[in-house]
């Protein structure tokens, strides 16, 4: 039922924000990973997955969750910005920076 799965999807959550507390960033990014498959549409999950994927060191993955969360029409800003200081910095594409920006003030 869809209470079961949002029991399911906070218990997830819950557990991913503990690892992750405790510096267990790997574990972490996997009960969010779970808690996506569980409900697709909530970003809660994505920005932990995120934030997971930063204390990683994966731009990749941080690329992955910023893009996930511009389709899922997040209001945060803050994917708009790591994805602008990865390409622009990181990856030295200003080009595509600046796509990103442009992206973020429409």
Do not use: W
């Not at 934030?51 to 994966?58: H, L, N």
């Amino acid at each position: 039922s869809r209470t079961e799965l949002t029991i399911v999807y906070s218990l997830l959550v819950n557990k991913g924000v503990e690892l992750y507390e405790n510096a267990d960033h790997f574990n972490a990014l996997s009960y969010f990973t779970q808690a996506q498959q569980v409900n697709p549409f909530d970003t809660t999950a994505y920005i932990y997955a995120l934030y997971s994927a930063e204390e990683m060191d994966s731009h990749e993955l941080v690329k992955e969750y910023c893009t996930q969360l511009i389709k899922l029409k997040s209001k945060n800003p803050y994917p708009y910005y790591r994805l602008i200081d990865i390409e622009f910095n990181q990856e030295k594409h200003p080009d595509k920076a600046f796509q990103y920006s442009d992206k973020a003030v429409e």
